[in-house]
């Protein structure tokens, strides 16, 4: 079991969101977490990314809880939020050099530069991020996937990340995640758009149906 997660409760203001919520997956595997606006599933990411605390329960990370192995976790693992996370002050391609070193990663500008070119940001590289246009700083985010399938990081966690997309960059996206797939990378997501993902296993988690 590489990611599991058990018995989670998790309250936010008033609402308990969700209990006695358990999930485990595993190479190669997607799990699309589903629900109305409001449900909880940025929560349930979050809280499986070790970013926002549980009132019970627990995620493991190839057995063990990631409170207790929380710098290994982070940097086997990649969140990225529904808003793209950039500095505004910095370069594009010092965004990705920052965001690798933030989670033990290292991360030169030449690589950076080739994994922006890859997003289509080629001639964004040099701009500062404040500057890029709203689907230009989706891709910016989704640059640091590039090169990190698979083993190199073996756990995704994306809260909507074909938001602000276009056509061609939702398909360069889909093919991305394939390979990760492909190379035994797992994958948690939420979407408002069905799309034909080849994972070797779906599945799926819906919070509007509570336990
Ligand atoms: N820090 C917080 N304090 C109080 N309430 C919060 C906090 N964070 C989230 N909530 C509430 O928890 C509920 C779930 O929020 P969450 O963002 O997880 O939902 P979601 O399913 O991702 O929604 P959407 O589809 O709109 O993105 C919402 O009612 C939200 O207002």
């Known amino acids: 079991m590489t990611l599991q997660a058990l018995d989670l409760c998790c309250v936010r203001g008033e609402r308990r969101l969700f209990r006695g919520l358990s999930l485990s997956l595993e190479a190669g595997q997607a799990l699309r977490v589903r629900g109305a606006n409001g449900s909880g599933k940025t929560t349930l990411l979050r809280t499986l990314a070790g970013l926002t605390h549980a009132e019970s329960g627990e995620v493991r990370w190839r057995g063990r809880s990631i409170a207790a192995c929380r710098d290994t976790y982070h940097s086997q693992m990649i969140y990225l939020g529904h808003a793209a ?56 985010s989704l640059a640091r996937l590039h090169g990190a399938e698979g083993e190199a990081a073996p756990l995704w966690i994306l809260d909507e990340p074909f938001n602000a997309l276009d056509q061609d960059a939702v398909a360069a996206l ?10 035994g990378g797992m994958l948690v997501y939420t979407t408002h758009t069905d799309l034909a993902l080849q994972p070797a296993q779906a599945l799926e988690l819906n919070l509007d149906r509570k336990p």
């Open 85 to 140: 996370a950039v500095k505004d002050d910095l370069l594009a391609w010092e965004n990705l050099v920052y965001a690798a070193r933030l989670n033990g990663r290292a991360l030169d500008r030449s690589a950076a530069e080739q994994s922006l070119a890859a997003l289509g940001l080629g001639r964004a590289a040099q701009l500062p991020a404040r500057s890029l246009s709203q689907g230009q700083r989706k891709r910016l």
């Open 174 to 183: 889909c093919s991305t995640l394939d390979q990760h797939f492909a190379s």
